[in-house]
Structures are given as structure tokens and as C-alpha cells.
């Protein structure tokens, strides 16, 4: 895992300003950054975390996704992308590990994360919690079990892929 402080140290200064007198947290677009196709990059308070990712973005693959792995190392994952962002729901029909999954929006941000779900359960797991005004996502990030928490991975923080288009990320890629 790599993490980059000068990256959060920019982005820290971009939302301080954005909140200067406020007293509120406003969500600022991160400079863009290096991206790479099998890496996704994610912002945290604690800096960026690198992860090596398998890309799932044709229906087949997104239909086989990590189904019969036996492990998942920290530090690696799925992502699954969509052709344009969508209602989703997964479930873990003949998946072996638990999975932390980090739905995210067309713009790259984390909407909302299933922590640890259950190997080999067939129970629907909605890309969106009831309420969600803006319930469609463009992407799926699969991290083993545990992963989300231990990066301290949470709602409205920003990932960095060039799948993401660049006039609508909130973390372009350069």
C-alpha cells in the first residue's frame, strides 16, 4: 500500500479553504493525479491508499467477479465499472471470503460501503441505502473483509481511476 502525504496535504489545504469561516466540511476537487488502469487510488485522513485492482468491465466478468477465490490479499481488489452509472446489487453466490464492498458515483465518490459480507449469501446488497437521492453508481470496489474500516474508508471520500470522466471526477487524473 502506498501513501502519498504531500497528495493529503493538497487536498487538506483545498478543503480547509473551502471551509474557512464556515465551521462546515465542503467537499474540494483534488489536483489531478497520475492514475494507472489497474490501480485505484483513494483519499483518507490519513493519506492516499493505493490499491491494486482486477478490472471487471464486461457483464461477463462482472458476473464472475471473485467468485471461488480462496483468499484476497490486503491491498488488492475488483473493481467493477459500468458502461454508465445504474441501480446495482450484488450478493456473494459462490464467493469463499468476505468482502467489504465501496459503491461509488460517476464523479468517484464513496456513496456508500457494505462491510463484511457473508460468503456463499445469495441476499441482495444494494449499491444504495433507502433515501438515497442519487442512488446510481458507476463502480464497485471489492476489498476482502475488514479492509474499508482498516483504511479507514468512509462515505464522501474521493477515489482516482481513468475510467472516471475526467470533467466529472471529483479526482481527475492527469
Not at 468491465?57 to 464472475?64: K, L, N
Not at 476489498?143 to 475526467?166: F, S, T, V, W, Y
Request: with cysteine; charged share 20%.
Amino acid at each position: 500500500m502506498w501513501r502519498n502525504n504531500t497528495v493529503a496535504s493538497v487536498f487538506l489545504v483545498f478543503a480547509l479553504a473551502g471551509q474557512a469561516g464556515t465551521g462546515t466540511a465542503v467537499a474540494q476537487p483534488m489536483p489531478a493525479v497520475q492514475c494507472h488502469d489497474r490501480r485505484v487510488l483513494l483519499e483518507t485522513p490519513s493519506g492516499v491508499v493505493d490499491i491494486m485492482v482486477e478490472v471487471a468491465d464486461t457483464a461477463e466478468r462482472r458476473a464472475t467477479g471473485l467468485m471461488h477465490r480462496q483468499d484476497l490479499p490486503k491491498g488488492q481488489g475488483m473493481l467493477f465499472i459500468y458502461e454508465t452509472p445504474q441501480k446495482v446489487s450484488f450478493w456473494m453466490r459462490n464467493t469463499l471470503i468476505p468482502l467489504d464492498m465501496v459503491f461509488l458515483d460517476e464523479s468517484g465518490l464513496i456513496r456508500h460501503i457494505h462491510r463484511n459480507a457473508q460468503p456463499l449469501d445469495e441476499t441482495p446488497i444494494p449499491g444504495a441505502l433507502p433515501g438515497d437521492p442519487e442512488p446510481n453508481r458507476l463502480m464497485v470496489l471489492e476489498i476482502a473483509g475488514g479492509e474499508a474500516a482498516r483504511l479507514g474508508l468512509k462515505p464522501g471520500q474521493m477515489m482516482a481511476h481513468p475510467a472516471l470522466d475526467d470533467a466529472r471526477a471529483a479526482w481527475p487524473c492527469s
